[in-house]
């Protein structure tokens, strides 16, 4: 192994770290950030190196006395719930600034947390949770009404075969024909329940190929009725996928959507699929460094309160003659892929949000 000195192993340490760290100096102006804050911030050091530390902030004044405060007196201080300014979504973060000497010099070590991050990791576990327990309650429920509907679908078979060989009446043969596929239907229902039936058959592919394929679907279907859009990012390296999996999943989202724009006659009927890469994100306890983020975008309604947080549950909809299972679906295919849907709603604009993780 090659020879490492001090410094080298402390800036190596530093740059792997998940933690958002950055090096001030006596003048309150960014020396060092490491990759982990470049992310946060949506900044790349370059820029930031030489600027204010306190310019971060939206309150920078606070952040700017909080700064002097712990130069001036050696105290660290924790700030909490501050909001981020700069280019990207604003974001929540506590921030802890600790006063340390280097070489005789007086730095500050800031150490930022975001609550975003934090509050969207609890949701997806508590989703996943949720989305685990109903899937198993839906299993054992499904074992329990298929048994009973073949009985009766034999039974239904067995006593059609006796009618036609007794000669009676054709209002008899088409009450047991009527039993015979009510019983097929709710097989099939109890299928679509449980969702795929065979687990993902994976092979790299674009995501793109999926929504050019949803989109050329869609089109065909509302015959130019809904304005569908693409905002692609086309540097998002492929993925591992199951094509067909995908597919459903996705068109299940965006055909809920169409069906919720074109029903509410709203003035604005546009439809938006979006791609972009994600980083650092985590899905079920999972730390992911890059993901592929596929948002469908509608100009509907929203969904109503009284449904957005159980719109995942099975039969669940908010659609008159709607089943409330595309979206089970939907989620069932996505975890079998360790992704996740998000959801977020408010009339006139809906986004569910597919992350997909993108392994090397």
Known sequence: MAFMTSDQLHRLLLDNLNTAVLLVD????IDY???AAEILLQVGSMRLRGTAASDLFDNSETARQTLRESIAYGNPHTIRHEFLSGPGESSQVDYTVTPISIDSGQWILMEMQPIDRILRINREEALLSVHNTSRSLIRGL??????PLGGIRGAAQLLSGEISESSMDDEAVELCRIITTETDRLRKLVDRLLGPNQLPSFQLINIHEVTEHISALLEAEVQGKLAITRDYD???PDLMGDREQLIQA????ARNAMQAILESGVKEQKLTLKTRIQRSFTIGGVHHKALCRLDIIDTGPGISEDIKERIFFPMITGRDGGTGL???IAQ???NLHQGIIECESEPGHTCFSI???IKA
């Open 250 to 253: 996705v068109l299940n989202i």
């Open 234 to 236: 086309p540097s998002l």
């Open 33 to 35: 950030i490491n990759p």
């Open 326 to 328: 595309g979206l089970t």
């Open 355 to 357: 992350y997909l993780p």
């Open 26 to 29: 006596q003048n309150l102006l």
């Open 142 to 147: 499904a074992h329990e009404i298929k048994n």
């Open 332 to 334: 069932s295919a996505i």
